[in-house]
C-alpha cells in the first residue's frame, strides 16, 4: 500500500461566513495542492471538506497520515466519538443532535477504504505545511469577499 501524507486547514471569515479549505498531499517527493470553499459556511465545515476531499484525491487504498490542526477532526476520529454519534442517530451524549452530519457521512467510508491515523498539530505555530494549508484556505475564500 502506498504511504501518503496529507496536511490539510479550514478557515473562516466569521463563523459562520466565507470560507475555503486547503490541502497538500505528499507522494514520493511529490507535492500537490488542492482547494476549495464555500460563500457561507463554519470553520468545522470547511476543516471536515478538505479532509474529505484530500482522502477523495487518492486513486487507490492508501496508508495516510493526515496532520491537521483541527482538534474538531482529530478528537471526533481518534476519540471515536463520530462512531458513538452514528450508532446514537447523530445523537451526541447531551441528546443534542451532531453537527455537520453530512460531512461526517462523506468522511466514514473514506476511513474504510484508506488506513488513515491522524496527527493534530497546533495552528499559526510554525508548522510549515500547516501555514501553507492555512494560506491556501485563506486565498480561496478571499474570492468571496469582493
Not at 484525491?57 to 481518534?78: F, H
Not at 443534542?96 to 498539530?121: G, I, R, S
Request: aromatic content about 10%; proline content about 5%.
Amino acid at each position: 500500500m502506498k504511504h501518503v501524507d496529507i496536511y490539510t486547514d479550514g478557515a473562516c471569515s466569521g463563523n459562520p461566513g466565507p470560507g475555503g479549505w486547503g490541502a497538500v498531499l505528499v507522494y514520493n517527493g511529490t507535492e500537490k495542492e488542492i482547494s476549495g470553499g464555500d460563500k457561507m459556511t463554519t470553520n468545522n465545515r470547511m476543516e471536515l471538506s478538505a479532509v474529505i476531499e484530500a482522502l477523495q484525491a487518492l486513486k487507490e487504498p492508501c496508508e495516510v497520515t493526515l496532520t491537521t490542526d483541527s482538534k474538531y477532526v482529530c478528537d471526533a476520529i481518534n476519540q471515536k466519538w463520530v462512531y458513538s454519534w452514528k450508532n446514537n442517530g447523530w445523537k451526541k451524549p447531551d441528546k443534542k443532535p451532531a453537527l455537520n452530519v453530512d460531512l461526517w457521512e462523506k468522511l466514514l467510508p473514506l476511513l474504510e477504504e484508506h488506513q488513515v491515523t491522524f496527527v493534530w498539530v497546533k495552528g499559526h505555530a510554525g508548522h510549515p505545511y500547516n501555514e501553507r494549508c492555512d494560506a491556501i484556505a485563506v486565498n480561496y475564500y478571499k474570492q468571496f469577499q469582493t
